[in-house]
């Protein structure tokens, strides 16, 4: 159980990291560029819901 | 195993976007216009990337050079367009003092191919500046072309009068 929460504890870490990261430069992007990356990151988190629904999760 | 590889399609894709996502913020950062401001004082040249000009504290405080008080500071602008279209605009500086246009340095016309450079140049003489009555203290440079602004802090100060060194006596 304690090994869980360390990993619950590591992805939270990850995210805010890649989350401060995407914000500080998110700002230097082409009003397309910007555009672009919203259609690809939902596409990501959609196609890894699917992955994981493929799992059976 | 063609049911794995079809499961496996899903994480393949996101793998894929993922990758799309980073490969746009290095094409998104190469394409654009880009100058580079290079200043020569004091027989040093400092160079002023296109990056430096992106931090937000830049657009009112500027650039800060000193220089001393009669020699020449020698400004060369360099304009990378690296867009697909050409990229014309008129490049104008000038010299500031208290709000008030000193002297015009350069007014100058100019058209940068696609994927191409421009440079212009221009100095800034203090004989000229003290012939209109005008004397050590802080000027700025402002340069403007389309909807670009850089702004350049030129500090000026006496030469320091270093007394000459006594001679060893053999």
Known sequence: ???????????????????????????YLS????LTCLILATAMFALLGKYFESRGW | ?????????????TLACFVGIIAIFIVDGYFGLYDTLYVTAQEHEQEIEADYWQQAWVKEEGYGIGAEWGEPVYFRYEIDNRTFSTYS??????????????????????????????????????????????????YSV?????????????????????????????
């Open chain 1, 1 to 27: 159980m304690r090994i869980y929460v360390l990993y619950g504890f590591g992805i939270l870490l990850c995210l805010s990291g890649v989350g401060y990261l995407a914000a500080a430069y998110v700002k």
């Open chain 1, 31 to 34: 009003e397309p560029g910007k």
């Open chain 2, 1 to 13: 195993m063609a049911a794995k590889r079809g499961k496996n399609l899903y994480l393949y894709l």
């Open chain 2, 89 to 138: 605009a008129d490049v104008e500086a000038s010299l500031w003092k208290s709000g008030e246009e000193v002297v015009g340095l350069l007014d100058e016309s100019i058209s940068v191919a696609s994927f191409g450079e421009a440079t212009v140049d221009w100095a800034v003489r203090a004989e000229e500046l003290e012939g209109a009555g005008f004397a050590v203290g802080e």
């Open chain 2, 142 to 170: 402002q340069i403007r072309h389309g909807e670009v602004e850089r702004k350049i802090v030129l500090s000026y100060y006496y030469p320091e009068e270093v007394p000459p060194q006594p001679v060893p006596r053999r």
